[in-house]
C-alpha cells in the first residue's frame, strides 16, 4: 500500500535548479511505479530569495518546511557575495537558519564508491576500492553558530567555539545507532588535546559508548583523520565529529569519490528532514546544461529511505545509477581519458538515462 507525503522542493541558486528538477522526477517516478502520493511544492531560499524578499529565508519558506514531511535542496551561494566580505545579509545565512529552526542536528554524508569511478578519483583505485564511510557531521553548534565578535578597531575577530553536553550526545546516538546496523564500528574524531571543547565532545562519547557495548569504538584526532582519510579510507566506517571538522573532512572524502557531483547528504533532526548534494552552487556552469545531476537523486534515495522507511525504493535509485555508470555514461566532471566522448552527457541526458535504467532496472 503507498504512503502520501508533501515535499518541499527549494533549488536555491546557481546550479540547483538544474540538478533538483531530476531529483523531483525521480520522486515521480518512484511514486507512480509503487502506488506513493508525493505531493510538492516550491519556495525560494539564497540569494534567490535575496533578490526577490531582501530575505535569505523568507518567513513563507520557513512556514512551507515546517509543514512538510520533507525538503529536496539544490545548492545555496552567489559569486558576489565571495568577493564582498563584508555584506551583511549573505545567502548561506537562510542554510544556518533553516537547519536551526527545524533542529536539523546531524547532517548524514554517505562516501559510497561505485567501481566504475575509481579512476575518477585521485587517489589509486587499489586504495579506494570497498571504501563505505558514512559521516554523521553534527550541525548546529560549534564555530558556525557561537558568539562573532570583531574589536572597534576592526583589527581582531574572534568566533566562540561552543558546544553543550545535549548537542554531544544527541548526535552521538544517531551515530551509534547506525554503527550498529553496519559494521559495528565508529571512529569519533576531535582534537582533545587542544581544545575544550573537543575534551567536553570525547567525554560524552566515551559516556555513549557504553550503551553500545557491541560498537568498537575509535578516538582520533582532526589532523590524524584527515591523513588517515587519503591513506586508507577504508579503515573507517561510522565517522562522528563537530561541525567544523565534518565541513573539512566530508570535503575532503568527495575527491575519493571523485567528484563533488556524485555526494549525497541529509540534515536531520527529530522532525523534518532536509535533503541536498553536498556541492556548491557552481555559478560558472549554471545553465550550461554541465551539471551532475547524480547527487541529487542520491539525495532522493536517501529522502525515501531515512523520512520515509522506503529502502527498497531507494535501491531502486541506487540501482539505477549503478547501471547508468555501468553503462559508460558520465558527466563531465566525472568522465576521463577512457570515456567515449559520445557517451559523455549534459545534466538534462544524464537524468533521462537514469529514468530510462530506473524504469528498466528489477531488484536482485
Same mark, same amino acid.
Given at each position: 500500500?503507498?504512503?502520501?507525503? #508533501?515535499?518541499?522542493?527549494?533549488?536555491?541558486?546557481?546550479?540547483?535548479?538544474?540538478?533538483? =528538477?531530476?531529483?523531483?522526477?525521480?520522486?515521480?517516478?518512484?511514486?507512480?511505479? %509503487?502506488?506513493?502520493?508525493?505531493? $510538492?511544492?516550491?519556495?525560494?531560499?539564497? #540569494?534567490?530569495?535575496?533578490?526577490? =524578499?531582501?530575505?535569505?529565508?523568507?518567513?513563507?519558506?520557513?512556514?512551507?518546511?515546517?509543514?512538510?514531511?520533507?525538503?529536496? $535542496?539544490?545548492?545555496?551561494? #552567489?559569486?558576489?557575495?565571495?568577493?564582498?566580505?563584508?555584506?551583511?545579509?549573505?545567502?548561506?545565512?537562510?542554510?544556518?537558519?533553516?537547519?536551526?529552526?527545524? +533542529?536539523?542536528?546531524?547532517?548524514?554524508?554517505?562516501?559510497?564508491?561505485?567501481? &566504475?569511478?575509481?579512476?575518477?578519483?585521485?587517489?589509486?583505485?587499489?586504495?579506494?576500492?570497498?571504501?563505505?564511510?558514512?559521516?554523521?557531521?553534527?550541525?548546529?553548534?560549534?564555530?558556525?553558530?557561537?558568539?562573532?565578535? !570583531?574589536?572597534?578597531?576592526?583589527? =581582531?575577530?574572534?568566533?566562540?567555539?561552543?558546544?553543550?553536553?545535549?548537542?554531544?550526545?544527541?548526535?552521538?546516538?544517531?551515530?551509534?545507532?547506525?554503527?550498529?546496523? *553496519?559494521?559495528? *564500528?565508529?571512529?569519533?574524531?576531535?582534537?582533545?588535546?587542544?581544545?575544550?571543547?573537543?575534551?567536553?565532545? !570525547?567525554?560524552?562519547?566515551? &559516556?555513549?559508548?557504553?550503551? %553500545?557495548?557491541?560498537?568498537?569504538? &575509535?578516538?582520533?584526532?582532526?589532523?590524524?583523520?584527515?591523513?588517515?582519510?587519503?591513506?586508507?579510507?577504508?579503515?573507517?566506517?561510522?565517522?562522528?565529529?563537530?561541525?567544523?571538522? +565534518?565541513?573539512?573532512?566530508?570535503?575532503?572524502?568527495?575527491?575519493?569519490?571523485?567528484?563533488?557531483?556524485?555526494?549525497?547528504?541529509?540534515?536531520?533532526?527529530?522532525?523534518?528532514?532536509?535533503?541536498?548534494?553536498?556541492?556548491?552552487?557552481?555559478?560558472?556552469?549554471?545553465?550550461?546544461?554541465?551539471?551532475?545531476?547524480?547527487?541529487?537523486?542520491?539525495?532522493?534515495?536517501?529522502?525515501?529511505?531515512?523520512?520515509?522507511?522506503?529502502?527498497?525504493?531507494?535501491?531502486?535509485?541506487?540501482?539505477?545509477?549503478?547501471?547508468?555508470?555501468?553503462?559508460? %555514461?558520465?558527466?563531465?566532471?566525472?568522465?576521463?581519458?577512457?570515456?567515449?566522448?559520445?557517451?559523455?552527457?549534459?545534466?538534462?541526458?544524464?537524468?533521462?538515462?537514469?529514468?530510462? %535504467?530506473?524504469?528498466?532496472?528489477?531488484?536482485?
Amino acid at each position: 500500500m503507498g504512503i502520501k507525503k #508533501h515535499i518541499l522542493v527549494i533549488p536555491g541558486d546557481g546550479i540547483g535548479p538544474e540538478v533538483t =528538477t531530476w531529483g523531483k522526477a525521480v520522486l515521480e517516478n518512484i511514486a507512480e511505479e %509503487y502506488g506513493h502520493e508525493f505531493t $510538492f511544492d516550491g519556495a525560494l531560499m539564497g #540569494h534567490a530569495a535575496i533578490e526577490v =524578499t531582501g530575505s535569505p529565508l523568507p518567513d513563507d519558506t520557513l512556514a512551507k518546511a515546517k509543514a512538510s514531511d520533507a525538503i529536496l $535542496f539544490g545548492a545555496i551561494g #552567489h559569486i558576489k557575495y565571495d568577493n564582498d566580505p563584508s555584506a551583511k545579509v549573505r545567502p548561506e545565512q537562510g542554510l544556518l537558519k533553516i537547519r536551526k529552526e527545524l +533542529g536539523l542536528y546531524a547532517n548524514l554524508r554517505p562516501i559510497m564508491l561505485f567501481d &566504475e569511478l575509481l579512476d575518477a578519483s585521485s587517489l589509486k583505485p587499489e586504495i579506494l576500492k570497498g571504501t563505505d564511510i558514512l559521516f554523521f557531521r553534527e550541525l548546529t553548534g560549534d564555530v558556525y553558530f557561537g558568539e562573532k565578535k !570583531r574589536s572597534e578597531d576592526g583589527n =581582531t575577530g574572534s568566533d566562540l567555539m561552543i558546544y553543550h553536553r545535549y548537542e554531544v550526545e544527541r548526535i552521538a546516538v544517531k551515530a551509534y545507532e547506525a554503527a550498529m546496523l *553496519r559494521s559495528k *564500528r565508529l571512529c569519533s574524531v576531535d582534537k582533545a588535546n587542544v581544545l575544550e571543547t573537543s575534551r567536553l565532545w !570525547r567525554e560524552v562519547v566515551q &559516556e555513549v559508548a557504553k550503551r %553500545y557495548p557491541e560498537v568498537e569504538t &575509535e578516538h582520533m584526532f582532526i589532523d590524524n583523520a584527515a591523513m588517515q582519510l587519503v591513506k586508507n579510507p577504508k579503515k573507517f566506517d561510522v565517522v562522528l565529529t563537530a561541525n567544523l571538522f +565534518g565541513d573539512i573532512l566530508t570535503d575532503e572524502a568527495s575527491q575519493i569519490a571523485g567528484s563533488m557531483g556524485m555526494l549525497a547528504s541529509a540534515s536531520i533532526g527529530d522532525g523534518t528532514g532536509f535533503f541536498e548534494p553536498i556541492h556548491g552552487s557552481a555559478h560558472d556552469i549554471a545553465g550550461q546544461n554541465k551539471a551532475n545531476p547524480l547527487a541529487s537523486i542520491l539525495s532522493v534515495a536517501l529522502m525515501l529511505e531515512i523520512s520515509f522507511g522506503l529502502t527498497e525504493e531507494a535501491k531502486r535509485i541506487t540501482d539505477a545509477i549503478d547501471k547508468t555508470l555501468k553503462a559508460g %555514461y558520465r558527466t563531465g566532471d566525472i568522465a576521463d581519458a577512457h570515456t567515449d566522448p559520445a557517451k559523455i552527457l549534459g545534466t538534462k541526458q544524464m537524468g533521462q538515462k537514469v529514468l530510462q %535504467y530506473l524504469k528498466e532496472t528489477v531488484l536482485n
